[in-house]
């Protein structure tokens, strides 16, 4: 008998969740999808399709065997790394406030300061002294007071304790704070040490990011180890969502006259040049420095201090939405 003639022995419910049935000498076996059925369910329609094809002519043993497509594994974060090519460029203070600008738009986002040797997102996100609880072998983030939950080493070791790790082990410890338990966290942004070492190849290699933003300051020596980092990314075949220059223009806080003490406009033009976005720029401000140091990044607030930060932060909203194919809602 054809596999039709026996699907007609079956009430339709069942038969629609028939994937083969095959008769091999006195034996019928039949394969069903159980998808979507619980215990109770599972044992009900195992039960119903024996008995619907018990007495089958020739068939002295019916077998009977469910299948259920497994669920989809989360896709996890969406993770976006912030690099540069050389320290001092304040790409630290740009991912904490991209961070908090991110999730005042509403975005879910989860931050990991992964320079282990000089981890400063504790004291720009003010959660200095903190330390994470675990579940199993895995680290839950702290939640900053700014919505942004994260995790740094400089949770995990003695403030102002100097860490002589080689490469190994301070990727290994990299991995420990991204592999952590973010639960609902949409985008996870990675504030990467400067350079391109061991830990921005681990990264590469083991927790590939969707996108990478580049920090610099506007004079020729930055933007040439800016330029290595930009190209690290590629190799890696990273995509890079732009460039952002920081530290560009300086206001006298007593007689208001703007100076460019680092230059102005290097970095717009190298991505101009590179074709890469050029995702915004962020002035040298008394203000900002005073209020990243007190643990209070601009992005929380309003007003001129916030407003360069957040003009960045839309820009990576923007990318965000079209890799997702949806606007924010």
């Not at 009977?64 to 460029?89: E, H, N, T």
């Not at 580049?214 to 732009?242: C, H, M, W």
């Given at each position: 008998?054809?596999?039709?003639?026996?699907?007609?022995?079956?009430?339709?419910?069942?038969?629609?969740?028939?994937?083969?049935?095959?008769?091999?000498?006195?034996?019928?076996?039949?394969?069903?999808?159980?998808?979507?059925?619980?215990?109770?369910?599972?044992?009900?329609?195992?039960?119903?399709?024996?008995?619907?094809?018990?007495?089958?002519?020739?068939?002295?043993?019916?077998?009977?065997?469910?299948?259920?497509?497994?669920?989809?594994?989360?896709?996890?974060?969406?993770?976006?790394?912030?690099?540069?090519?050389?320290?001092?460029?304040?790409?630290?203070?740009?991912?904490?406030?991209?961070?908090?600008?991110?999730?005042?738009?509403?975005?879910?986002?989860?931050?990991?300061?992964?320079?282990?040797?000089?981890p400063s997102q504790p004291m720009l996100l003010d959660?200095?002294?903190?330390?994470?609880?675990?579940?199993?072998?895995?680290?839950?983030?702290?939640?900053?007071?700014?919505?942004?939950?994260?995790?740094?080493?400089?949770?995990?070791?003695?403030?102002g304790k100097a860490l002589a790790w080689r490469g190994?082990?301070?990727?290994?410890?990299?991995?420990?704070?991204?592999?952590?338990?973010?639960?609902?966290?949409?985008?996870?942004?990675?504030?990467?040490?400067?350079?391109?070492?061991?830990?921005?190849?681990?990264?590469?290699?083991?927790?590939?990011?969707?996108?990478?933003?580049?920090?610099?300051?506007?004079?020729?020596?930055?933007?040439?180890?800016?330029?290595?980092?930009?190209?690290?990314?590629?190799?890696?075949?990273?995509?890079?969502?732009?460039?952002?220059?920081?530290?560009?223009?300086?206001?006298?806080?007593?007689?208001?006259?703007?100076?460019?003490?680092?230059?102005?406009?290097?970095?717009e033009a190298a991505a101009a040049q590179a074709g890469?976005?050029?995702?915004?720029?962020?002035?040298?401000?008394?203000?900002?420095?005073?209020?990243?140091?007190?643990?209070?990044?601009?992005?929380?607030?309003?007003?001129?201090?916030?407003?360069?930060?957040?003009?960045?932060?839309?820009?990576?909203?923007?990318?965000?939405?079209?890799?997702?194919?949806?606007?924010?809602?």
């Open positions: 008998m054809d596999q039709e003639a026996l699907k007609s022995r079956l009430p339709s419910d069942i038969a629609a969740r028939v994937r083969s049935l095959k008769q091999s000498g006195t034996t019928l076996t039949a394969i069903l999808d159980a998808s979507g059925l619980d215990a109770a369910g599972r044992t009900d329609l195992e039960r119903d399709a024996t008995n619907a094809l018990n007495g089958t002519a020739g068939v002295s043993e019916v077998r009977v065997a469910l299948m259920a497509d497994k669920p989809a594994a989360p896709a996890g974060p969406v993770i976006v790394a912030v690099g540069s090519g050389k320290g001092g460029v304040g790409k630290s203070t740009l991912t904490a406030n991209l961070a908090v600008a991110l999730a005042r738009s509403g975005r879910k986002v989860g931050l990991v300061d992964a320079d282990v040797y000089g959660t200095e002294g903190q330390r994470p609880l675990a579940e199993g072998d895995k680290l839950v983030p702290i939640m900053s007071r700014f919505g942004v939950p994260m995790l740094s080493m400089g949770h995990l070791v003695e403030a190994p082990m301070a990727s290994g410890a990299f991995g420990q704070l991204v592999d952590a338990v973010w639960g609902d966290i949409e985008v996870l942004l990675l504030d990467l040490p400067p350079g391109t070492g061991d830990v921005q190849i681990t990264m590469l290699q083991k927790h590939k990011p969707a996108g990478a933003v580049i920090v610099s300051t506007p004079q020729d020596l930055a933007l040439i180890d800016a330029q290595r980092a930009a190209e690290l990314f590629a190799k890696g075949n990273v995509p890079i969502i732009g460039l952002v220059e920081n530290m560009a223009g300086y206001i006298c806080p007593h007689c208001g006259e703007e100076s460019d003490p680092f230059g102005r406009g290097g970095v890469i976005p050029f995702l915004g720029r962020i002035p040298l401000s008394l203000s900002v420095r005073e209020a990243s140091d007190a643990g209070e990044p601009p992005a929380a607030g309003e007003g001129e201090g916030a407003a360069a930060f957040v003009a960045v932060a839309d820009q990576v909203g923007q990318w965000l939405d079209r890799r997702s194919g949806s606007p924010a809602g």
